[in-house]
Each structure stands twice: as structure tokens, then as C-alpha cells.
């Protein structure tokens, strides 16, 4: 089946720590973002990639850094300079590279907490 | 303020009862707006999508769009308690820009 798979489901950090969160799709879409959601907040943009090496910050992108090497993936890693990382991240796929022509499909989700 | 405001519940319906949900949001420029259902530990799944102003149907939803007042519903009949969830509602400027999300409205069906 296509879709978006993003793994781990569950992750730990300790301080000082990077840690990268896989997300992959089989759906041949151009355009792949990453969102933070925090309880009440809603999703806040991060990153979003519209083409292959190719990617630009979001809203919130500090103490995070991704890559776009091939299509199907969308790397994304929490460094040590976000303070504050509790939270579950969402990968997105759409396939309009312009945002708003075509909807975006979600992942299930890789929940990060602090050890 | 926040761009688009969501009411966050929890909204209680007994089961078949209409659910009604809405965002009102403070930028005329938004455009495309959709609707997001998302279960507990899961991702948003996309419900309905709409351009511009007017109504959409499908299935057991409806989707209103009132741009004069900066309004936006989903209306679910005959709810079940597979309704229950937290639904985000999501808007877009004119292509090439991003989508703001509200902050979600959990809803609760009971049997």
C-alpha cells in the first residue's frame, strides 16, 4: 500500500544528544515537510523540501536540520540546540510542489521525550 | 492572536447526533481549506478539501466555507463513536504558500 512510514514510533533523547527521525513515502510526491505538535498548539512548520536537494526552513526550525537526497525520504534531525524537543513530530507528503494545490497526507507519528 | 482559532473542547454528542465544528480565522489572503481528523497517537487523515467560499459533501460530511466572515464548519451526521476524535481544521494562501493549522477540537461520541 502507499503511504508515508515514519520510524521510530517511539524515541529518547539524552541531554547533549542528536537523534534523527526517519520518514519515507512511496507515493511519488515531490513535496515532503516536517511538523512539531505540541498539546493545544496545533502543527507548526519546521522544514518542507519541494524538490531533491532542495529544502527550506519553516516557522520553527532552529535546533533542527534535515536532508533531501532522494525523493522518497526526508531525514530529520533534532539537535542538541532544541532545548525543548518533548514532543510529537508529524512528516508530510504532497504531490504539488506548491503548497495549498494539493493536499498534504500525514504519517503516524514519531513521539521524542527527554531521558 | 492566534491566525485561526479552534475551539479545543472536548464537544460531547450522544451517538447519531450532528457534530459541529468550526475555525474563524484573521487573514482574508487563505484560500484552500481542509479538514483533518486525528485519532489518538495517529496522524491527521485528510476528511475534506475545499477552495474558496461554498459547501462540499461526502458521505456524512459537509464542508461550509464563509469567507466574508472568515468562517469555516464540518458537519458530521449520524455521528458514531468512531467520530471520536480530535479534528484540526487547516488553511492555505494562494499556491506556494503554507498551511496553518488550528489548534484541533477533540470531539466524543457516546454510545
Known amino acids: 500500500d502507499g503511504g508515508i512510514t515514519q520510524s521510530p514510533k517511539y524515541l529518547f533523547r539524552k541531554e547533549g544528544q542528536n537523534v534523527t527521525l526517519s520518514c519515507e513515502q512511496n507515493?511519488?510526491?515531490?513535496?515532503m515537510y516536517w511538523y512539531r505538535q505540541d498539546p493545544g498548539q496545533g502543527l507548526r512548520l519546521i522544514y518542507y523540501?519541494?524538490?531533491?536537494?532542495?529544502?527550506q526552513k519553516g516557522d520553527i526550525a532552529e535546533g533542527y536540520s534535515v536532508s533531501r537526497e532522494k525523493k522518497e525520504s526526508f531525514p530529520l534531525t533534532v539537535t542538541s540546540a532544541q532545548k525543548n524537543p518533548t514532543a510529537f513530530y508529524l512528516c508530510a507528503s504532497s504531490s504539488d510542489r506548491a503548497f495549498g494545490n494539493q493536499p498534504q497526507h500525514f504519517g503516524d507519528g514519531t513521539r521524542l521525550s527527554i531521558l | 492572536q492566534k491566525e485561526v482559532e479552534q475551539d479545543p473542547g472536548p464537544l460531547s454528542v450522544p451517538e447519531g447526533a450532528i457534530v459541529s465544528l468550526n475555525c474563524t480565522y484573521s487573514n482574508s489572503a487563505f484560500q484552500y481549506f481542509m479538514w483533518y481528523r486525528q485519532y489518538s497517537r495517529k496522524g491527521p487523515e485528510l476528511l475534506m478539501y475545499t477552495y474558496s467560499s461554498g459547501n462540499k459533501e461526502d458521505g456524512r460530511f459537509t464542508a461550509q466555507v464563509d469567507k466574508s466572515s472568515k468562517y469555516i464548519s464540518l458537519f458530521i451526521r449520524d455521528s458514531q463513536p468512531s467520530d471520536s476524535a480530535t479534528y484540526l481544521c487547516?488553511?492555505?494562501?494562494?499556491?506556494?504558500?503554507?498551511?496553518?493549522f488550528g489548534g484541533g477540537t477533540r470531539v466524543l461520541v457516546k454510545p
Open positions: 523540501s519541494q524538490i531533491v536537494n532542495d529544502f
Open positions: 487547516a488553511m492555505s494562501k494562494a499556491a506556494g504558500n503554507k498551511l496553518t
Open positions: 507515493l511519488n510526491h515531490d513535496a
